[in-house]
């Protein structure tokens, strides 16, 4: 097969707090929506394996969780580019 490789990626970035916020109302519309993330596997990254202590996840707020997420995404989009 012939690959073409005339493709552009866009990746918009929105800020943490508005995403978050966003992200956690949407998550709260159905039961579905608030249980996927938890059920399918490295639906978001684990943080255990990138630096955040257990203990320290347990401390953390949802949002707070969510933003280190949103983050975390984003450094790995930017460094791929």
Do not use: A
């Amino acid at each position: 097969k012939k690959i073409n490789n005339n493709f552009k990626i866009v990746h918009l970035v929105r800020s943490p707090e508005d995403f978050v916020t966003s992200f956690m109302n949407w998550k709260n519309q159905s039961w579905r929506k608030f249980i996927l993330p938890y059920l399918i596997p490295f639906w978001n990254p684990v943080p255990l394996f990138h630096g955040v202590t257990f203990i320290r996840w347990l401390q953390m707020p949802k949002f707070e969780k969510f933003c280190w997420i949103w983050t975390f995404k984003n450094q790995l989009f930017d460094e791929l580019k």
